[in-house]
Nanobody, 124 residues
């Protein structure tokens, strides 16, 4: 059974930084691309970033470029999202998701397993 467990969310002030993690199990982590997707309060899902199976290729939504960094440790079956220069509009539940393919994709339809999410609140 595929399991994805996010952690590291919390309250951070505007301009601050936070790193969220996702522990994966139940599948061969190193074979699949992974994504982060977020859902702001009262809004729909928004793709944030993706990383390919080997970790050498990444992609970001335009509003996150230069502020967020996705990475993975295949030896630890763990996905990360480092978030810097956080803004109030970054407030959301952040989900990690497993792709059906090894290469990066911004399409939610390419994602076939999701974690339960971790809440990030950016507020003073």
């Amino acid at each position: 059974e595929v399991q994805l467990v996010e952690s590291g969310g919390g309250l951070v002030q505007p301009g601050g930084s936070l790193r969220v993690s996702c522990a994966a199990s139940g599948f061969t982590f190193s074979n699949y691309a992974m994504s982060w997707v977020r859902q702001p309060p009262g809004k729909g899902l928004e793709w944030v970033s993706a990383i390919n199976s080997g970790g050498g290729s990444t992609s970001y939504a335009d509003s996150m470029k230069g502020r967020f960094t996705i990475s993975r440790d295949n030896a630890k079956n763990t996905l990360y999202l480092q978030m810097n220069s956080l803004k109030p509009e970054d407030t959301a539940v952040y989900y990690c998701a497993k792709s059906t393919i090894a290469t990066t994709s911004s399409l939610l339809v390419d994602l076939n397993a999701w974690g339960q999410g971790t809440l990030v609140t950016v507020s003073s």
